[in-house]
């Protein structure tokens, strides 16, 4: 059991780390999210035959998990667009209201009760994310575009709830993940004459790019999706959604030990940090209190 809590940890490390590979890697975001996925499909597929999953599935449903592959694009070229224009550290504070969406959406697209505690916890983010953008106010553009990152990570979330009940999850991963990369591909033209400043696309890889591209498609999407996936088995959903909400905090003091300075923010950064983070930890929490209660049973009046 300390084995999976351990590799549990390590893969949300892998995941708090792709910030800083965005950072690393000289590939422009729209570029470098279509290698990623391209990559990572080619390892999905793999994946697939090794372990003899089907994946054919009938057009209607083939079309909807491509379609969320849109929204998985979108939302790693807003992830990798907003740690370019600000510090790691901002682009995660932003991500880390993931949360806050998913409790606005869900009621929305699953028809479920809004929670109350789930309003309080979101208006308790925009108070962290208030004082994060009065400190980092020169930063202000990164950390919208984390914030809609945020949003859209949390949209496809949610529609995979419903597609995950009736597909493997490798299999939709790798439909998402080839949706992903195909209308990147599509987009190519357009973006290569409105949004690269008469430059064109830049697909060719510089120094490490290689190293750190490989890690992203193979460690970071590959290995740590299947592994976690793997781990679901064995661990409680409480346990794993508890732990993948510490990835902005090993993300930020991933972007310190690796970035040194250039990550150190003012003291009125890390207070909104700490009230966001706080009210994205506390949100199970209170979630599984919440269920506990709704299960005991009401105490049965003695009748004299």
Known sequence: MLKDYLRLHFIVLLWGFTAILGKL??????ELVFWRTLLAAAGLAVLLLARKQPW?????EALRMLGVGVLVAAHWITFFLAARLSSVSVCLAGMATLALWTSFLEPLILWRPIRLYEVGLGLLTMVGLYLVSQAEFDQMAGLLVAILSAGLSALFSVLNVKLVKRHS?????FYEMSGACLSIALFFPLYSQYFTNGTGLHLAWRGFDWLWLLVLAGGCTVYAFSSSVELMKRLSAFVI???INLEPVYGILLAVLIFGAQEKMSTGFYMGTVVILFSVLIH?????WNKRRQRKPEPVEAVL
Request: aromatic fraction near 0%.
């Open 25 to 30: 890697i000289s590939v422009p975001p729209v």
């Open 56 to 60: 054919r599935v009938p057009p209607g």
């Open 169 to 173: 999850p490798l299999r939709l991963t």
């Open 241 to 243: 959604n508890l732990t």
């Open 284 to 288: 199970p929490v209170i979630e599984q």
